[in-house]
T-cell receptor, first 115, second 109 residues
Framework: DGGITQSPKYLFRKEGQNVTLSCEQN?????MYWYRQDPGQGLRLIYY???????QKGDIAEGYSVSREKKESFPLTVTSAQKNPTAFYLC??????????????FGNGTRLTVT | GENVEQHLSTLSVQEGDSAVIKCTYSDSASNYFPWYKQELGKGPQLIIDIRSNVGEKKDQRIAVTLNKTAKHFSLHITETQPEDSAVYFCAANTDKLSFGAGTTVTVRA
């Protein structure tokens, strides 16, 4: 089955530690995205990548970093600089169009809790 | 950038009744309007989308309407069932996809 796999489903970290969230897709999609979801705030874009070895900041990139060394993989690192890291993180992918009008396919998310 | 407002944060309906969720957008250049359904503990799934060259699209019990002049679009669910209970997100595109804050729909048996 084609899809997006996020791991782990739940992640617990102590404040001050960096943590990396995994995202793998086998849909052969060029574009990949990371969103953060907080209650009552919808989905906010952290980073996105349209091609290997290239990525762009979204609306809330501060305190996060990404890499795109392979087409299938787009890991997100939540650094200690992120002031409020506890959230539900969603990875998505899509085919690449020129007008951002193709459907996003989401993984089932990673819930990160930092104490 | 695009600003998408989803007007209802919660909606409770009796099973069998219809549910309507409305969203407004700010950028007249937006041309793609998807709706996503998110069940508890899962990622959102696309349920229907519409492009700016049509005014309405239906898929079984689900329909989406678009009013470009007023810059709003709505999700219509008819004959609601318990499995329709979920959070629904609207979105609109400009340089990227912008999401509304979500509507939690509860279908009462």
């Amino acid at each position: 089955d084609g899809g997006i796999t996020q791991s782990p489903k739940y992640l617990f970290r102590k404040e001050g530690q960096n943590v990396t969230l995994s995202c793998e897709q086998n849909l052969n999609h060029d574009a990949m995205y990371w969103y953060r979801q907080d209650p009552g705030q919808g989905l906010r874009l952290i980073y996105y990548s349209q091609i290997v070895n290239d990525f762009q900041k979204g609306d809330i990139a501060e305190g996060y970093s990404v890499s795109r060394e392979k087409k299938e993989s787009f890991p997100l690192t939540v650094t200690s600089a992120q002031k409020n890291p506890t959230a539900f993180y969603l990875c998505a992918s899509s085919i690449l169009t020129g007008e951002y009008n193709s459907p996003l396919h989401f993984g089932n998310g990673t819930r990160l809790t930092v104490t | 950038g695009e600003n998408v407002e989803q007007h209802l944060s919660t909606l409770s309906v009796q099973e069998g009744d219809s549910a309507v969720i409305k969203c407004t957008y700010s950028d007249s250049a937006s041309n793609y309007f998807p709706w996503y359904k998110q069940e508890l503990g899962k990622g959102p799934q696309l349920i229907i989308d519409i492009r700016s060259n049509v005014g309405e699209k239906k898929d079984q019990r689900i329909a989406v309407t678009l009013n470009k002049t007023a810059k709003h679009f709505s999700l219509h669910i008819t004959e609601t069932q318990p499995e329709d209970s979920a959070v629904y997100f609207c979105a609109a595109n400009t340089d990227k996809l912008s999401f509304g804050a979500g509507t939690t729909v509860t279908v009462r048996a």
